[in-house]
T-cell receptor
């Protein structure tokens, strides 16, 4: 059982470059999320999706885009990378909200540095 | 708005008991979660409370008082491997999604000393 798989684990980007962070889950979860975590700060929600074809902005969406063409995959696109996007990015998934005590399952994270 | 407060750092001794507090203010409370995060790793789910009272899971217990906007995580018989950050997260119906997305506190870094 792979759970939530994120790639790459590490990446260094130059200012202005673009990249896609990949996220895939094999648990048939409907909900998927992208968070960023900066030192000393809590996890901040970037985008989330409640199912294939449906995405919505979180707290800090500027500079990012997402798509959800399948239940399994939820890639995060960074356009025109900026130093402020240096962070650790976590993808997470969860089952339908109808489950009483669902928690999020997190991927192992992508450590991104923009120079 | 939403606000979650927890201490930044705590230190405790191996074998002891430690309590990590979390206070929150949200408009659409729909459950509280505790996660453990070791340095350089992903958060992992520890506990969930939606009703008032204590939930016990082995060495870990979590308590919730909705009227006070307060929760705590209790760790007993501390082990060195418990050194980690502990994240308090509140699900808020007004934060997107059908049942609400999670809002995370900044985390409490616990150091367990021999």
């Amino acid at each position: 059982n792979a759970g939530v798989t994120q790639t790459p684990k590490f990446r260094i980007l130059k200012i202005g470059q673009s990249m896609t962070l990949q996220c895939a889950q094999d648990m048939n979860h409907n909900y998927m999320y992208w968070y960023r975590q900066d030192p000393g700060m809590g996890l901040k929600l970037i985008y989330y999706s409640v199912g294939a074809g449906i995405t919505d902005k979180g707290e800090v969406p500027n500079g990012y885009n997402v798509s959800r063409s399948t239940t399994e995959d939820f890639p995060l696109r960074l356009e025109l990378a900026a130093p402020s996007q240096t962070s650790v990015y976590f993808c997470a998934s969860s089952s339908w909200a109808g489950t009483a005590n669902y928690g999020y399952t997190f991927g192992s994270g992508t450590r991104l540095t923009v120079v | 708005g939403q606000n979650i407060d927890q201490p930044t750092e705590m230190t405790a001794t191996e074998g002891a008991i430690v309590q990590i507090n979390c206070t929150y203010q949200t408009s659409g409370f729909n459950g509280l979660f505790w996660y453990q995060q070791h340095a350089g790793e992903a958060p992992t789910f520890l506990s969930y409370n939606v009703l008032d009272g204590l939930e016990e899971k082995g060495r870990f217990s979590s308590f919730l008082s909705r009227s006070k906007g307060y929760s705590y995580l209790l760790l007993k018989e501390l082990q060195m491997k418990d050194s980690a950050s502990y994240l308090c997260a509140v699900r808020d119906r007004n934060y997107g999604g059908s049942q609400g997305n999670l809002i995370f506190g900044k985390g409490t870094k616990l150091s367990v000393k021999p």
